[in-house]
């Protein structure tokens, strides 16, 4: 009935194999996600302003006439950071608000409307 030849699974040869795709396959994930997709996902927060490369950190602090003490660019990393954890939340909420109102009008629209208005949607994101 059973094969007896065939390796089964508390061989650890098997095992050894199943344990190396898993670890090379974790190792792959992490350097992609290293190389290609982190700074997409999580931009830098040092900036203070958006499109505004005079006040990201690095200038502020290596500005030769603002001269900042080591002690006040580190509470400048801090209040940055502060503020861009702060942004991103605020950024959470706006996400939430208008998932919120799409969903409500997606629900007393008929469905011919609702591919308009998912249409007028995506033309209206892609504008901006």
Not at 15 to 39: K, P, Y
Not at 75 to 89: G, N, V
Request: aromatic content about 8%; proline content about 5%.
């Amino acid at each position: 009935m059973f094969d007896t030849a065939r390796p089964s699974w508390n061989n650890p040869r098997v095992l050894g194999i199943l344990s190396l795709v898993f670890l090379c396959g974790a190792v792959s994930g992490a350097l992609v996600m290293q190389l290609f997709l982190h700074d997409h996902m999580h931009p830098p927060s040092t900036k203070f302003w958006k499109n505004n490369d005079a006040l990201s950190y690095e200038n502020l602090t290596r500005d030769p006439e603002l001269k900042l003490s080591p002690q006040q660019c580190k509470a400048l990393k801090t209040i940055l950071d502060d503020y861009a954890r702060y942004h991103e939340d605020l950024q959470a909420q706006l996400d939430d608000w208008r998932a919120t109102g799409k969903s409500q009008i997606m629900r007393i629209l008929q469905p011919d409307q609702r591919t308009r208005f998912e249409k007028l949607i995506h033309d209206a994101e892609r504008n901006n």
